[in-house]
Protein backbone atom coordinates (compact mmCIF):
# COMPACT_ATOMS: atom_id res chain seq x y z
CA UNK A 1 0.00 0.00 0.00
CA UNK A 2 1.82 2.84 -0.98
CA UNK A 3 0.78 5.97 1.95
CA UNK A 4 2.63 8.94 3.42
CA UNK A 5 1.64 9.40 7.06
CA UNK A 6 1.97 13.02 9.04
CA UNK A 7 2.81 13.17 12.64
CA UNK A 8 4.44 15.64 14.96
CA UNK A 9 1.22 18.14 15.12
CA UNK A 10 -0.11 19.21 18.53
CA UNK A 11 -0.62 22.65 20.41
CA UNK A 12 1.95 25.13 20.95
CA UNK A 13 2.54 28.35 22.12
CA UNK A 14 3.61 31.41 19.90
CA UNK A 15 7.41 31.08 19.70
CA UNK A 16 7.44 27.51 19.73
CA UNK A 17 8.50 25.11 17.88
CA UNK A 18 7.65 21.72 16.54
CA UNK A 19 8.71 19.14 14.47
CA UNK A 20 6.23 17.43 11.74
CA UNK A 21 7.30 13.71 9.99
CA UNK A 22 6.10 12.73 6.91
CA UNK A 23 6.70 9.26 6.99
CA UNK A 24 6.32 6.93 3.40
CA UNK A 25 5.37 3.44 2.66
CA UNK A 26 5.36 1.30 -0.69
CA UNK A 27 7.87 3.32 -1.98
CA UNK A 28 10.55 5.31 -1.79
CA UNK A 29 10.63 8.91 -0.51
CA UNK A 30 14.04 9.46 -1.97
CA UNK A 31 13.09 8.97 -5.24
CA UNK A 32 10.40 12.12 -5.11
CA UNK A 33 9.81 15.87 -4.82
CA UNK A 34 8.58 16.24 -1.43
CA UNK A 35 6.30 19.05 -0.80
CA UNK A 36 4.77 20.33 2.72
CA UNK A 37 1.02 22.35 2.15
CA UNK A 38 -0.97 23.82 5.08
CA UNK A 39 -4.75 24.55 4.69
CA UNK A 40 -6.19 26.76 7.63
CA UNK A 41 -10.05 26.76 7.94
CA UNK A 42 -12.07 29.04 5.11
CA UNK A 43 -8.75 29.23 3.63
CA UNK A 44 -7.21 27.41 0.06
CA UNK A 45 -4.71 25.16 0.44
CA UNK A 46 -1.07 26.83 0.46
CA UNK A 47 2.36 25.80 -0.25
CA UNK A 48 4.87 25.93 2.66
CA UNK A 49 8.13 24.14 1.29
CA UNK A 50 9.64 21.98 -1.30
CA UNK A 51 12.64 19.87 -1.50
CA UNK A 52 13.90 18.45 -5.03
CA UNK A 53 15.29 14.78 -5.39
CA UNK A 54 18.61 16.86 -5.74
CA UNK A 55 18.00 18.59 -2.60
CA UNK A 56 17.20 21.88 -3.74
CA UNK A 57 14.57 23.84 -1.43
CA UNK A 58 11.90 26.28 -1.39
CA UNK A 59 9.77 27.69 1.13
CA UNK A 60 6.84 30.18 1.12
CA UNK A 61 7.79 33.99 1.63
CA UNK A 62 6.02 33.71 5.19
CA UNK A 63 7.55 30.74 6.69
CA UNK A 64 11.09 31.31 5.42
CA UNK A 65 13.91 31.92 8.13
CA UNK A 66 11.54 29.90 10.60
CA UNK A 67 10.74 26.53 8.53
CA UNK A 68 13.31 24.05 7.55
CA UNK A 69 12.66 21.26 5.37
CA UNK A 70 14.77 17.60 5.68
CA UNK A 71 14.93 13.99 4.31
CA UNK A 72 16.34 11.26 6.43
CA UNK A 73 16.32 8.38 3.38
CA UNK A 74 17.56 5.63 5.68
CA UNK A 75 14.28 6.30 7.66
CA UNK A 76 12.49 6.91 4.49
CA UNK A 77 10.89 10.31 5.90
CA UNK A 78 10.80 13.67 5.40
CA UNK A 79 10.04 16.27 8.62
CA UNK A 80 9.20 19.97 8.85
CA UNK A 81 11.25 21.52 11.68
CA UNK A 82 9.20 24.64 12.32
CA UNK A 83 10.47 27.43 14.64
CA UNK A 84 9.48 30.80 15.96
CA UNK A 85 5.49 29.79 15.47
CA UNK A 86 2.88 32.19 15.00
CA UNK A 87 -0.70 31.84 15.44
CA UNK A 88 -1.04 32.70 11.54
CA UNK A 89 0.98 28.82 11.26
CA UNK A 90 -2.22 27.03 12.53
CA UNK A 91 -3.36 24.53 9.91
CA UNK A 92 -3.78 21.06 8.60
CA UNK A 93 -0.03 19.96 7.29
CA UNK A 94 0.32 17.98 4.57
CA UNK A 95 2.89 16.53 2.88
CA UNK A 96 3.21 15.20 -0.67
CA UNK A 97 5.61 12.80 -2.97
CA UNK A 98 5.42 13.98 -6.99
CA UNK A 99 7.73 13.84 -9.71
CA UNK A 100 9.73 16.72 -11.30
CA UNK A 101 11.37 19.66 -9.75
CA UNK A 102 9.98 21.93 -7.22
CA UNK A 103 9.09 24.60 -10.23
CA UNK A 104 6.76 22.13 -11.68
CA UNK A 105 6.26 19.11 -9.68
CA UNK A 106 3.43 16.58 -10.44
CA UNK A 107 2.60 15.78 -7.23
CA UNK A 108 1.24 11.73 -6.89
CA UNK A 109 1.04 10.89 -3.39
CA UNK A 110 -0.82 13.24 -0.94
CA UNK A 111 -0.75 12.53 3.11
CA UNK A 112 -4.09 13.13 5.37
CA UNK A 113 -2.41 15.84 7.36
CA UNK A 114 -1.60 16.09 10.74
CA UNK A 115 -3.13 19.65 12.38
CA UNK A 116 -1.12 22.19 13.96
CA UNK A 117 -2.42 25.03 16.37
CA UNK A 118 -0.18 27.61 17.65
CA UNK A 119 -2.16 29.51 20.68
CA UNK A 120 -1.71 30.71 23.64
Known amino acids: QLQLVESGGGLVQPGGSLKLSCAAS????????IGWFRQAPGKEREGVSC???????SYADSVKGRFTISRDNAKNTVYLQMNSLKPEDTAVYIC??????????????WGQGTQVTVSS
Open 26 to 33: GFILDYYT
Open 51 to 57: MSRGGTT
Open 96 to 109: AAGVFGCSNVDYKY
